[in-house]
């Protein structure tokens, strides 16, 4: 197992391109099993996620090939397979969305309940509910979904949950209305950019559907789709995640091929924060180009609440959470989609910010300088705010459990490095524990000398005033995720 070694201080600068979107990636790949003849997939970033989609697939008949150029050749060689095997399934949740797939072409499936990070509550009932409208026959026995249909029919559907519409339900029971009979209505279907990419590619492949972007579809269903060619669009997360890069080192970054108009949220409230956010053509948000962000002057603490789209999401409020803890006075940070997902809260504490949760929130007391420390990183986003984290943070960073990282950012560290960060993958093993964070002993605290001087020196008020008894505290080990 990997960790990274952070050293902080360095603004960062310069020129850095967004890969594909994994969002998006992961059901367009599922979705080419619904499809005749071959699919050719662009963009297609080079993931864990991706290899283990691939193996899904694999398993289920297709043949997958990754071309030098990157681009992803998929086709099903083999259609006696159903079975989506639990080895595979539960590394990830967006395997769940062979499920559709599987029934409007095979007529039937058997898919492991899926896996994922640990970020709260995130049943299938939607997934499920969708499916069932269409005429399949469901049941869960023993950690599988088991479903069976002779032919899907069109039907009327709500795709409505307690916190919102559901992104990879939205695009399973697309596929499989595209092949159904009849005409499908969903309402409350996602809006975000990657169900609209993966209708885009259903409609090239010769399906009928209207209405993508907003809440309500009408899909026609059609007797076959066709392989075709398709580029994934950039991902709207990773261009965040490196906004915000550029926004917590006091830096000047222009990130190349950017769709404004699928981060127009997270823009306008870094807009808000201080940070200078230049679009290449402010006039066309919906064209890809270049964005540069640059820091002219002190930034501001705000509130901010994850929203499903078009609102901030939820995959990037740890990110931004990160960037106002090095933002004096208080912010508070809500999540509307996951109310618990703040696991990187105590973790944040840690290199001293005062946090305190309430319900779905986090209030946060802002310091004007982290410090470095040893952290362990509890799911996909929480560890890139935890990089980003220890690229201001005083001294040297070490994340741990970073294979989180690697299923959704590619290569991440690269980037960050080619705009002038320190940032080192080592081996997670004590020797290669930075001394800064080591005692005597080689454990990773800080020695006895180095805890007497923070508890004598002259910042003695002023570490007790940011830290005081009310902070979030560090947190148990957290269960590992797959």
Not at 23 to 43: D, I
Request: glycine fraction near 8%.
């Amino acid at each position: 197992m990997d960790m990274f070694i952070v050293r902080g201080g360095e603004r960062l600068s310069g020129s850095v391109s967004v890969s594909g979107a994994k969002n998006s990636a992961l059901p367009l790949m599922a979705a080419a099993m619904a499809c005749e003849g071959e699919t050719t997939l662009y963009s297609i970033p080079d993931l864990v996620d991706v290899k283990t989609q691939s193996q899904v697939l694999g398993s289920l008949g297709m043949d997958v090939n990754r071309d030098p150029d990157g681009a992803l050749r998929l086709k099903t060689v083999d259609e006696t397979s159903c079975i989506a095997d639990y080895e595979l399934v539960r590394r990830m949740r967006a395997s769940v969305c062979v499920l559709g797939p599987l029934l409007a072409k095979r007529r039937m499936a058997c898919v492991s309940l899926p896996g994922g990070c640990n970020i709260g509550d995130r049943p299938i009932d939607l997934h499920l509910k969708g499916l069932s409208a269409l005429g399949a026959q469901i049941r869960v026995d023993r950690g599988y979904v088991i479903a069976r249909a002779d032919r899907l029919r069109g039907a009327n559907i709500f795709l409505g949950g307690a916190f919102g519409s559901t992104v990879t339900g939205t695009c399973n029971v697309m596929v499989a209305a595209a092949l159904a009979k009849g005409t499908t209505t969903i309402e409350s279907s996602a809006c975000e950019p990657e169900v609209v990419d993966v209708g885009n590619f259903l409609n090239a492949a010769g399906a009928k559907i209207d209405g993508l972007g907003t809440p309500f579809l009408t899909i026609e269903g059609v007797e076959q789709l066709n392989g075709v060619k398709h580029e994934v669009i950039p991902d709207r997360i990773e261009a965040a995640t490196l906004m915000i890069a550029a926004a917590i080192t006091g830096g000047d970054v222009c990130l190349k091929e950017v769709r404004p108009d699928h981060i127009t949220a997270v823009i306008e409230k870094l807009r808000e924060i201080g940070v200078t956010v230049q679009l290449a053509f402010p006039d066309q948000p919906a064209k890809k180009q270049s964005v540069t962000v640059r820091v002219t002057q002190p930034l501001r603490s705000v509130d901010c609440i994850a929203l499903p789209y078009p609102g901030i999401p939820t995959d990037v409020q740890a990110q931004l959470m990160s960037l106002l803890a090095c933002v004096p006075g208080i912010s508070i940070v809500t999540d509307k989609v996951f109310p618990d997902r703040f696991m990187h809260a105590s973790e944040l504490a840690r290199m001293g910010v005062n946090i305190r949760r309430e319900s779905a929130s986090a209030i946060l007391n802002g310091v004007s300088r982290l410090s470095g420390a040893c952290v362990m990183a509890s799911d996909l986003r929480a560890s890139a705010a935890l990089v980003l984290a220890g690229l201001a943070a005083e001294g040297e960073t070490v994340i741990r459990r970073i294979y989180h990282l690697d299923r959704g950012y590619e290569r991440l560290e690269e980037k960050l490095i080619s705009l002038g960060a320190h940032v080192e993958r080592v081996r997670d093993e004590p020797q290669n524990m930075p001394d800064s964070l080591k005692l005597t002993d080689g454990e990773s605290r800080p020695s006895y000398s180095e805890l007497l001087d923070a508890l004598t020196g002259p910042h003695w008020n002023q570490s007790v005033s940011q830290q005081n008894t009310e902070s979030v505290t560090a947190s148990q080990d957290p269960a590992d995720e797959d």
